[in-house]
C-alpha cells in the first residue's frame, strides 16, 4: 500500500511568496494532520482533519497559514505571505479514525524562505 | 509545560548494550502511547506502541508503561549503530486522543 505522499520534497522561495504545500493520505485513513518541526519547538501539530473537517487549528500560528482538505484523498496547507520564519520542515500524516490510532507520516516538505 | 516530555540527550551506548529511553507525562487519563524512530533527514516512523500497564515486547524493543508513575520507556536490547537515531514518544493529552509529541531523545549507539 502506498504510504501518505506529500509533494514538494523542497520548496526555497523569497519571502513573500505564496507556498502550497500538498498531501495524499493513506487510502481509508478519516483523519488528517499537519505537523511543523523545527529544531528550536520540535515537533509542533498544525491542524488536524477528520472526515474532510478541520477538527483543531489552534496550532496554526497566524492568519498566513491556512489548511484545506476538499476529500478524503487531498490536503493542503498555503502559507501566504510567506516569511524567513516559516521555514522549516513541514510533515502530512495519516490515521485510522478512533482513539488509539498511530500517525502514519509522509516524508515532508522542507521549507526555506528566503 | 508541554505534557510529554522527554530528555533530549544525547543518550550514548556502545554497541551491544541495552539503550533505554523513558518519557513522562502528565494526563492521567491517557490510555495509549507510541514510539517514533525519527533518523536524521527522514520522517518519523512507528516503531511501538502500548495501551496497557506493563511491558510489551517486538524484537529487540520493549515499551513498559507505568500509568501509576506516569512514565513509559522503550529499551533496544543489543543496541547496533543502525538504531542510532532520535526517538520520539507521543501520548493523548489534554483530553484529546490526539497524541502529543515530545521533544526526543537522541541516540548514538557507538562501535
Known amino acids: 500500500d502506498a504510504g501518505v505522499i506529500q509533494s514538494p520534497r523542497h520548496e526555497v522561495t523569497e519571502m513573500g511568496q505564496e507556498v502550497t504545500l500538498r498531501c495524499k493520505p493513506i487510502?481509508?485513513?478519516?483523519?488528517l494532520f499537519w505537523y511543523r518541526q523545527t529544531m528550536m519547538r520540535g515537533l509542533e501539530l498544525l491542524i488536524y482533519?477528520?472526515?474532510?473537517?478541520?477538527?483543531?487549528d489552534s496550532g496554526m500560528p497566524e492568519d498566513r497559514f491556512s489548511a484545506k482538505m476538499p476529500n478524503a484523498s487531498f490536503s493542503t496547507l498555503k502559507i501566504q505571505p510567506s516569511e524567513p520564519r516559516d521555514s522549516a520542515v513541514y510533515f502530512c500524516?495519516?490515521?485510522?479514525?478512533?482513539?488509539?490510532?498511530?500517525?502514519?507520516f509522509g516524508d515532508g516538505t522542507r521549507l526555506s524562505i528566503l | 509545560q508541554k505534557e510529554v516530555e522527554q530528555n533530549s540527550g544525547p543518550l550514548s551506548v556502545p554497541e551491544g548494550a541495552i539503550a533505554s529511553l523513558n518519557c513522562t507525562y502528565s494526563?492521567?487519563?491517557?490510555?495509549?502511547f507510541f514510539w517514533y524512530r525519527q533518523y536524521s533527514g527522514k520522517s518519523p516512523e512507528l516503531i511501538m506502541f502500548?495501551?496497557?500497564?506493563g511491558d510489551k515486547e517486538d524484537g529487540r524493543f520493549t515499551a513498559q508503561l507505568n500509568k501509576a508513575s506516569q512514565y513509559v520507556s522503550l529499551l533496544i536490547r543489543d543496541s547496533q549503530p543502525s538504531d542510532s537515531a532520535t526517538y520520539l514518544c507521543?501520548?493523548?493529552?489534554?483530553?484529546?486522543?490526539?497524541?502529543?509529541f515530545g521533544r526526543g531523545t537522541s541516540l548514538i549507539v557507538h562501535p
Open positions: 487510502s481509508g485513513h478519516n483523519s
Open positions: 494526563d492521567r487519563g491517557s490510555q495509549s
Open positions: 482533519f477528520n472526515n474532510n473537517v478541520p477538527i483543531d
Open positions: 507521543a501520548g493523548p493529552s489534554g483530553g484529546s486522543y490526539i497524541p502529543t
Open positions: 500524516a495519516s490515521s485510522g479514525t478512533g482513539g488509539n490510532q498511530p500517525q502514519h
Open positions: 502500548i495501551y496497557s500497564n
